[in-house]
């Protein structure tokens, strides 16, 4: 089984990855949040330099609906030394979408089309795509699913939900993946609500064959799931926090090195905790003074408090 990194905006930049890669590792492909400009910026080169992703496999991926765009931030990034790169066509965000881009693309299969053509027909780089099966409704799903197959995509990662879903609990539909491991020549990917061992488990068990899957928001809440996937077993729960705790202090050191002084760190620090915290027993008295904080010194005592008096969930 192939692990991935989905890529989460503002969160699993190279600082988070390189934190990861050190404490844990499990993974086999990381995926750069995406690349929107055909002029990339410093923050953007920053987070694809290869000297900044030592010893893991990364794929960049853009979001757009042109072509021009798409060529040209894939040169960019080809001088970098990539061979793939991924298309997002699976972002629901209303800002992206109401520009048709991510997962607005998806309701102008036309146009969606012939970018592909284009795009398939000048760049220098092996393309692969995630994407929502459709806008509004799962029959648009087959119509797209023709369209794929039509290019010759490195690989088709699938989140089995429409643009409407959002990330809402229990809109995982997955017949839709079924009809992509039924219909499609594509090496397939599957994305969508892993977020334990029981969730893997119960799609192997769907999908026997399924060889490679995207882990997001799972991996933000149980840092330590790809371990338990891969190992098959747990290991004793002390263990567990200790290695947490080695994980979010390798990450606020990396942020404190790079972010311009305190308050841009515990941004990203207190963003963390939303995911975070839904893995310890009671931990919302923490969390109000982690989020409260306004200095590095002051989260550090709550956060130490945290994790030294609150117990994990499992």
Same mark, same amino acid.
């Given at each position: 089984?192939?692990?991935? !990194?989905?890529?989460?905006?503002?969160?699993?930049?190279?600082?988070?990855?390189?934190?990861?890669?050190?404490?844990?590792?499990?993974? #086999?492909? @990381?995926?750069?949040?995406?690349? !929107?400009?055909?002029? =990339?910026?410093?923050?953007?080169?920053?987070?694809?330099?290869?000297?900044?992703?030592?010893?893991?496999?990364?794929?960049?991926?853009?979001?757009?609906?042109?072509?021009?765009?798409?060529?040209?931030?894939?040169?960019? &990034?080809? +001088?970098?030394? /990539?061979?793939?790169?991924?298309?997002?066509?699976?972002?629901?965000?209303?800002?992206?979408?109401?520009?048709?881009?991510?997962?607005?693309?998806?309701?102008?299969?036309?146009?969606? #089309?012939?970018?592909?053509?284009?795009?398939?027909?000048?760049?220098?780089?092996? &393309?692969?795509?995630?994407?929502?099966?459709?806008?509004?409704?799962?029959?648009?799903?087959?119509?797209?699913?023709?369209?794929?197959?039509?290019?010759?995509?490195?690989?088709?990662?699938?989140?089995?939900?429409?643009?409407?879903?959002? /990330?809402?609990?229990?809109?995982?539909?997955?017949?839709?993946?079924?009809?992509?491991?039924?219909?499609?020549?594509?090496?397939?990917?599957?994305?969508?609500?892993?977020?334990?061992? +029981? #969730?893997? #488990?119960?799609? =192997?068990?769907?999908?026997?064959?399924?060889?490679?899957?995207?882990?997001?928001?799972? &991996?933000?809440?149980?840092?330590?799931?790809?371990?338990?996937?891969?190992?098959?077993?747990?290991?004793?729960?002390?263990?567990?926090?200790?290695?947490?705790?080695?994980?979010?202090?390798?990450?606020?050191?990396?942020?404190?090195? @790079?972010?311009?002084?305190?308050?841009?760190? *515990?941004?990203?620090?207190?963003?963390?905790?939303?995911? =975070?915290?839904?893995?310890?027993?009671?931990?919302?008295? /923490? *969390?109000?003074?982690?989020?409260?904080?306004?200095?590095?010194?002051?989260?550090? &005592?709550?956060?130490?408090?945290?994790?030294?008096?609150?117990?994990?969930?499992?």
């Amino acid at each position: 089984m192939q692990l991935y !990194m989905a890529p989460l905006e503002g969160i699993t930049g190279y600082i988070y990855r390189n934190a990861y890669y050190k404490c844990y590792g499990d993974i #086999d492909r @990381y995926f750069a949040p995406f690349i !929107m400009s055909k002029k =990339l910026n410093q923050k953007e080169i920053r987070d694809i330099l290869p000297e900044n992703n030592q010893g893991m496999e990364l794929v960049p991926q853009i979001l757009t609906n042109r072509a021009e765009d798409f060529l040209a931030i894939a040169k960019a &990034i080809h +001088s970098y030394g /990539y061979h793939v790169v991924n298309l997002n066509l699976g972002c629901p965000s209303p800002t992206v979408t109401s520009r048709n881009r991510g997962a607005g693309f998806l309701e102008l299969t036309r146009e969606l #089309d012939r970018f592909l053509e284009d795009i398939f027909a000048a760049c220098p780089m092996k &393309i692969s795509i995630k994407t929502r099966i459709g806008v509004e409704d799962e029959e648009e799903w087959q119509q797209l699913l023709k369209i794929y197959e039509k290019y010759p995509l490195e690989e088709l990662i699938v989140h089995p939900r429409l643009k409407t879903d959002q /990330y809402k609990p229990g809109t995982i539909h997955r017949e839709a993946f079924e009809m992509a491991a039924e219909k499609s020549c594509h090496s397939l990917c599957y994305n969508g609500d892993i977020t334990s061992v +029981s #969730d893997y #488990d119960e799609l =192997l068990q769907q999908f026997p064959e399924t060889d490679k899957i995207m882990l997001g928001r799972g &991996i933000l809440r149980k840092p330590w799931l790809p371990s338990e996937i891969k190992n098959g077993e747990k290991k004793d729960p002390q263990q567990y926090k200790e290695k947490l705790k080695e994980f979010h202090e390798e990450l606020l050191n990396g942020y404190v090195d @790079y972010m311009s002084g305190d308050k841009n760190t *515990l941004y990203k620090m207190k963003e963390l905790w939303a995911y =975070l915290g839904t893995s310890f027993t009671n931990p919302e008295k /923490y *969390l109000k003074k982690i989020r409260k904080a306004q200095r590095v010194s002051e989260y550090k &005592i709550w956060a130490d408090n945290l994790f030294r008096e609150q117990e994990l969930i499992l």
